[in-house]
Antibody, heavy 120, light 110 residues
Framework: EVQLWESGGGLVQPGGSLRLSCVASGFTFSSYGMTWVRQAPGKGLDWVSVISGSGGTTFYADSVRGRFTISRDNSKNTLYLQMNSLRAEDTAVYYC?????????????WGQGTLVTVSS | QSVLTQPPSASGTPGQRVTISCSGSSSNIGINTVNWYQQLPRTAPRLLIFNNNQRPSGVPDRFSGSKSGTSASLAISGLQSEDEADYYCAAWDDSLNGVLFGGGTKLTVL
């Protein structure tokens, strides 16, 4: 079955760190760019970061650059998001999504999301 | 604040046709393709339209997309109650080197 499954969310204090994982199945993981998109409670979609299929190219939203790091392990079909120096405004459901070749805004498969809450 | 501008809400009665607009600029919609996403209540988003006007398999042909210049539109014809959801446009921005989402439009079926 073609699917994405996120994990690693939870409650963390401001300034803390968390690492999210996204396990892929049912497709050739290394052939596709992968993206993280978040959604704060009651708010719209907010793009976070994207990584190319090889892992050699990454892009970040200004709001997370320097604090978050996207990476992937193609041998494990797994995408990661290392989140450091977390702030209250990072509280959101974090989705991983598969990006089609040639268009990083073309996201044809989404996970169910994992909730990150940053609070003291 | 989203750089892609959508109306916050839209509504229609069953059977009607509604359109949702998405306004961008020369660095995003003007030179890149637009994709649309549907998010039903308490679920993850799903791809609705890709490459401006293409439908993935499984998406009814009641949904259609178009693009002209720096704007795009999503049209839903024969409105049904199950279409009640949030709709988002998205495009790559060459100046920001990132994906932009519209602020989202909440569609209500009256």
């Amino acid at each position: 079955e073609v699917q994405l499954w996120e994990s690693g969310g939870g409650l963390v204090q401001p300034g803390g760190s968390l690492r999210l994982s996204c396990v892929a199945s049912g497709f050739t993981f290394s052939s596709y760019g992968m993206t993280w998109v978040r959604q704060a409670p009651g708010k719209g979609l907010d793009w976070v970061s994207v990584i190319s299929g090889s892992g050699g190219t990454t892009f970040y939203a200004d709001s997370v650059r320097g604090r978050f790091t996207i990476s992937r392990d193609n041998s494990k079909n797994t995408l990661y998001l290392q989140m450091n120096s977390l702030r209250a405004e990072d509280t959101a459901v974090y989705y991983c999504a598969k990006a089609r070749t040639g268009s990083y805004s073309w996201l044809d498969l989404w996970g169910q999301g994992t909730l990150v809450t940053v609070s003291s | 604040q989203s750089v892609l501008t959508q109306p916050p809400s839209a509504s229609g009665t069953p059977g009607q046709r509604v359109t949702i607009s998405c306004s961008g600029s020369s660095s995003n919609i003007g030179i890149n393709t637009v994709n649309w996403y549907q998010q039903l209540p308490r679920t993850a988003p799903r791809l609705l339209i890709f490459n401006n006007n293409q439908r993935p398999s499984g998406v009814p042909d009641r949904f259609s997309g178009s693009k002209s210049g720096t704007s795009a539109s999503l049209a839903i014809s024969g409105l049904q109650s199950e279409d009640e959801a949030d709709y988002y446009c998205a495009a790559w921005d060459d100046s920001l080197n990132g994906v932009l989402f519209g602020g989202g439009t909440k569609l209500t079926v009256l």
